[in-house]
Structure formats: C-alpha cells, structure tokens
C-alpha cells in the first residue's frame, strides 16, 4: 500500500500486506527505541497531537515516537483548552490546524469524529481512538505484540487461538483488534463477555466473513482454556449512561495468578491495552501476575513506540531514509 500522504483511520483501510509493511518498518526503528542509534529523518517536521479525551500511553507514545525520529510535537489535551467549546467545526479545526503541522494524532469521545476532522485535513490523521468505535494504531500495536510473543516463546502462526474477554461492546481496542486478526489465515476467535456487553453484529460478521471460528461465552474459565493469547480490557465506564450501569460489570472479569494457573496453558500469552483499573472493584488483571513471564502488557505497550514511528515514516514518506539519517547516540543509556 502507499501510505504516503494517508489517513490513518480504521483498519478497514488494511490489508494483510499493509499490516506487514507497518510491522516490517516497525522492527527497523528497534536501533532507536532501544537508544542503539538516533534517527533525525523528521528534523523541522511538526506533529499536532489533539487529545479531547483521557489518553496517557496512545498520546505519549505517539509524541515519543515523532521525537525519536527527530520531529517536534504541539499539544493540545482536553475539549475545554479548544475552539470546539466554542461550537468550531471538526472541518473548520482540521483546515486551521493543517496549517500549522505535518501530522496530525486525535483522539476524540465520538465515534467517527476523527474520520469527519479528517476530511477537513490537508495533512495525515492519524486516529488515537474515536469513542466507542476504533482504534487502529493499538490494534497494529497489539498484532505486533503478538507475533513477537509467539515468536518468542517458539510458538506457530499457523493457527492463532485469541480469547477477548470484557467490554467487548464499548472497547474500541478489541474492535480494531478482531478487524486487524481477521486479515490472518486461522483465528480462533473466543470473544468472553456479559451477554449486555457483547462483541457488536458488524465485528462478529468481519470475523465469520473470513471464515474465522468464533466461540462466544459469558463464563471466563470456559474462555480462559487452550488459549495462546487472552486480552483483557477494563469495563469502558466514560461510556455508560450511569455509573451505577458501569458498576454492574466491574469486577465480573479477573484474570490473577492463581485462575491463570487454574485455567490457562502455561504459555499463554496475557494482553491489555491498559490502562488496567488497578481499583479493588474493578482489578481485572491482577498485580500479582506481574512477575508472571507472560504477561505481555508493558512489552505491548513499548511496542507502541515503533508501530507509530512506523507509521509517522510511512505516511511521511521517509521510511526509505532512516539509515540516511541515523547517528550515534551521545548519551548513557540502559535500554
Ligand atoms: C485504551 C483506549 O483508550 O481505548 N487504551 C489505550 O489507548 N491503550 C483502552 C482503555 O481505555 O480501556
């Protein structure tokens, strides 16, 4: 695919090469993440990060990864610090930022608000997550995750068994993710969750439409066995009408060390996209799994760094050039 120029917007813009581009150009940004080597290929390039909603890792990650690649980054984080208080358009924001940047990174509560900002954009968007919709970089981020994990434990790709357990309905994470997996031969889908919470018709069909297996059940220990990778999610509470509706299903969902030993293989792969809610009542993935070699969140979240560093490179049409650009690094580090 020819990313030069593009949108980053969901994953329905992919197809199984695209993925493969991204991972390929991802792995070859290893040297500068681990501080092996720096890379200036984006010096004088300018990033907009626009973040209307909660982020800590999407919007660091995304400005670590234009910093590391030499660019510089403009922030603006929360609704009430924009014009769109103000009643702006997305259109109208989206031609003013233009404008000033060479990129732009959004996240924005509604869905499809990012692809709307982005027919105002004269410059690649690319999505951090649009409400409950998608959310397309962490879904590269998480399918990179995977085959290194899978690799790492010497495991095939031949058949990749993935339980998806929680807010399967509000997670804009596991949406992106059953969309992104299902461009692969062989998924076993499980999708875990209370009946109310359920993965939607339109993902579910991507999946079967591939020809994928898809097993659904409400009951975690069922969903647990025979599993290479379970993704846990936190129950998307900013999405419900009422906190009490929230409260319902904190907590319905809790992967420890001891249901992992009970249940799991012993190399099963353990994802989140974070950020885990570590409170008492909700503490779906417990703490005392993080000793746990398989655990993969913070190896997943690391990744995050090259996949958007790809992408940044792709879009910006300089991934032929990182070698041109690179250097030594001055500084001590222990990465
Ligand atoms: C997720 C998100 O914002 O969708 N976090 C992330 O970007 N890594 C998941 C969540 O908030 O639960």
Same mark, same amino acid.
């Given at each position: &695919?020819? @990313?030069?120029?593009?949108?980053?917007?969901?994953?329905?813009?992919?197809?199984?090469?695209?993925?493969?581009?991204?991972?390929?150009?991802?792995?070859? &940004?290893?040297?500068?993440? !681990? =501080?092996?080597? =720096?890379? %200036?290929?984006?010096?004088?390039?300018?990033?907009?990060?626009?973040?209307?909603?909660? %982020? $800590? =890792?999407?919007? *660091? +990650?995304?400005? +670590?990864?234009?910093?590391?690649?030499?660019?510089? *980054? &403009?922030?603006?984080?929360? &609704?009430?610090?924009?014009?769109?208080?103000?009643?702006?358009?997305?259109?109208? #924001?989206?031609? /003013?930022?233009?404008?000033?940047?060479?990129?732009?990174?959004?996240?924005?509560?509604?869905?499809?608000? *990012?692809?709307? @900002?982005?027919?105002?954009?004269?410059?690649?968007?690319?999505?951090?997550?649009?409400? +409950?919709? !998608?959310?397309?970089?962490?879904?590269?981020?998480? #399918?990179? #995750?995977?085959?290194? !994990?899978?690799?790492?434990?010497?495991? +095939? #790709?031949?058949?990749?068994? /993935?339980?998806?357990?929680?807010?399967?309905?509000?997670?804009?994470?596991?949406?992106?993710?059953?969309?992104?997996?299902?461009?692969?031969?062989?998924?076993?889908? $499980?999708f875990v969750s209370p009946s109310a919470l359920a993965m939607p018709e339109k993902i579910m069909n991507v999946c079967d439409t591939q020809g994928h297996r898809i097993s659904v059940t409400q009951d975690l220990s069922t969903g647990l066995q025979n599993q290479d990778v379970v993704y846990m999610t936190r129950v998307q509470e900013e999405r419900f009408d009422t906190q009490e509706e929230a409260n319902l299903y904190r907590g319905k969902y809790r992967l420890t060390q001891s249901i992992y030993d009970q249940y799991c293989d012993s190399s099963t792969i353990i994802m989140h996209p974070l950020p885990r809610d570590s409170r008492p009542e909700a503490n779906e993935l417990s703490d005392d799994l993080n000793r746990n070699p398989n655990l993969a969140i913070f190896r997943q979240s690391n990744n995050g760094v090259k996949v958007r560093m790809a992408l940044f490179a792709l879009v910006l049409g300089v991934d032929q050039q990182l070698k041109k650009h690179e250097s030594d690094v001055q500084w001590f580090s222990r990465k």
């Open positions: &695919m020819d @990313f030069q120029g593009k949108h980053i917007l969901s994953i329905e813009q992919f197809d199984r090469d695209a993925v493969e581009q991204v991972l390929a150009v991802a792995r070859q &940004m290893t040297p500068y993440v !681990e =501080r092996k080597k =720096r890379c %200036s290929v984006l010096d004088g390039a300018v990033l907009a990060s626009l973040f209307f909603e909660p %982020s $800590t =890792r999407t919007r *660091v +990650s995304f400005s +670590s990864a234009f910093n590391l690649l030499g660019g510089k *980054v &403009m922030e603006t984080v929360g &609704m009430g610090a924009s014009s769109l208080t103000k009643g702006e358009s997305l259109f109208d #924001t989206a031609q /003013v930022i233009s404008g000033y940047a060479d990129a732009i990174a959004m996240r924005h509560p509604e869905a499809f608000s *990012v692809s709307q @900002f982005a027919d105002g954009a004269t410059v690649p968007v690319l999505n951090g997550g649009d409400g +409950s919709n !998608e959310h397309p970089t962490q879904a590269l981020l998480d #399918t990179f #995750t995977i085959f290194d !994990e899978l690799k790492r434990l010497g495991k +095939s #790709t031949d058949t990749i068994k /993935v339980a998806l357990v929680g807010d399967l309905k509000n997670g804009r994470t596991v949406h992106s993710l059953s969309r992104i997996l299902s461009l692969f031969p062989n998924i076993d889908f $499980t």
